[in-house]
């Protein structure tokens, strides 16, 4: 035998390591460019923040619940592996991207954290316009 098949199999298995190592990076950077994804990501976390910050407003759980899941559904069908999607939602460096995408948004529409009023009223509005926001949260 030309080659010792111990040996061969040590080089596949480092082959293999290399390769998943080295492509993990290529897939998890992607998902952050995944638009519909992340804006649902945004989406949920804005309904999240209202729902903290106004009385007057609950989250509709199971319907937040199944858009995640239908996140995940997406990210798993573009070839993302579970392990990839959950470093992506797990990075605190994405966390915070999305969390300044927050912000931006709720000062584009006169909101703050700080001011529940105006939390109040973006989610009102939101859920008048049944908007992927509004669509997650419920008036009481």
């Known amino acids: 035998m030309l080659f010792n098949q111990p040996l061969i199999r040590l080089f596949t298995a480092a ?3 290399a390769s998943l190592f ?3 990076p290529v897939f998890a950077a ?5 638009t519909k994804i992340t804006n649902g990501l945004l989406a949920v976390g804005i309904a999240d923040e209202i729902r903290n910050r106004c009385d007057s ?4 759980t199971f319907t937040a619940l199944g858009f995640l899941n239908s996140l995940k559904r997406e990210a798993r069908a573009k070839g993302y592996s579970n392990d990839e999607i959950n470093r992506y939602t797990k990075s ?3 966390k915070a991207k999305i969390r300044k995408r927050g912000e931006a948004y709720l000062a584009q ?3 703050s954290t700080t001011d529940t009023a105006s939390m109040c009223r973006l ?3 939101e859920i008048a316009k049944r908007s992927q926001i509004g669509v997650l949260l419920r008036a009481r």
């Not at 992607?30 to 995944?34: H, K």
């Not at 407003?57 to 509709?60: C, G, K, L």
């Open 123 to 125: 989610g009102r509005a």
């Open 92 to 94: 605190n460096t994405e």
């Open 22 to 24: 080295l492509s993990a």
């Open 15 to 17: 082959f293999v390591a």
């Open 30 to 34: 992607g998902l952050q460019n995944e």
């Open 57 to 60: 407003i609950s989250a509709r």
């Open 109 to 111: 529409n006169g909101a």
